[in-house]
């Protein structure tokens, strides 16, 4: 069974780093791309990067600068570390996996979401 | 960025109504649009997948379809568990971009 669960801090002071970790099972990440989706609570949602199979990594350009995804493959997990946490980012952040079929990629799970609120 | 423009934002309906609701993109996507379910206090559900194609395990009464900048979802008998939020989202491109969502809620 497939399954994705992200875990994290929950409050993080304004300027800080933001550090989350979603742990996967039933499937390798040497075969599926993980990717990091965030929502405000207004419900807008934000994909933000994405971890491929082979470890290369793509990001969103409104983060690149601040924004850093990696992986631990002996664990199945992988990492979101954000610096510079402002009142903006707080939401709940999801990872989800992708697979690939009629010549495209779409996120076919998705674990339950963790909430963070950056505040003071 | 492409912009995936969701319309209508909310529907007030009816169990067994035929559901439309319909999902611009800004640019040319091709047929890179995918269409989630999200209900309240839940994560997102994948049901269609570029933009026709129905994931493993999603009801028939969901269909999707489209290409280029425009795109339709429909359910044709609704249902109460249906009533959610509706996102579309383009891969065409990164960044991967989302429209606002339309949710669904009963007249």
């Known amino acids: 069974q497939v399954q994705l669960k992200e875990s994290g801090?929950?409050?993080?002071?304004?300027?800080?780093?933001?550090?989350?970790?979603?742990?996967?099972?039933g499937f390798s990440l040497t075969s599926y791309s993980v990717h990091w989706v965030r929502q405000h609570s207004?419900?807008?949602?934000?994909?933000?990067g994405r971890m491929w199979?082979?470890?290369h990594t793509s990001y969103n350009s409104a983060f690149t600068s601040r924004l850093?995804?990696?992986?631990?493959?002996?664990?199945?997990?992988?990492?979101?570390?954000?610096?510079?946490l402002q009142t903006e980012d707080t939401g709940t952040y999801y990872c989800a996996r992708s697979f690939y079929r009629s010549d495209g990629y779409a996120m076919d799970a998705w674990g339950q979401g963790t909430s963070v609120t950056v505040s003071s | 960025d492409i912009v995936m423009t969701q319309s209508p934002t909310s529907m007030s309906i009816s169990?067994?109504?035929?559901?439309?609701?319909?999902?611009?993109?800004?640019?040319?996507?091709?047929?890179?649009?995918?269409?989630?379910?999200?209900?309240t206090g839940q994560s997102l559900k994948l049901l269609i997948y570029k933009p026709s194609n129905r994931y493993t395990g999603a009801p028939d009464r969901f269909t999707g379809s489209g290409s280029g900048t425009d795109f339709t979802f429909t359910i044709s008998n609704m249902q109460a568990e249906d009533l959610a939020v509706?996102?579309?989202?383009?891969?065409?491109?990164?960044?991967?971009?989302?429209?606002?969502?339309?949710?669904?809620e009963l007249k």
């Open chain 1, 42 to 48: 207004g419900k807008s949602l934000e994909w933000m």
């Open chain 1, 9 to 25: 801090p929950g409050l993080v002071q304004p300027s800080e780093t933001l550090s989350l970790t979603c742990t996967v099972s």
């Open chain 2, 15 to 39: 169990v067994g109504d035929r559901v439309t609701m319909n999902c611009k993109a800004s640019q040319n996507v091709g047929s890179n649009v995918d269409w989630y379910q999200q209900k």
């Open chain 2, 86 to 104: 509706y996102y579309c989202m383009q891969s065409k491109s990164y960044p991967w971009t989302f429209g606002g969502g339309t949710k669904l």
């Open chain 1, 68 to 84: 850093s995804i990696s992986r631990d493959t002996s664990k199945s997990q992988v990492f979101l570390k954000m610096n510079s």
């Open chain 1, 53 to 55: 199979s082979d470890g």
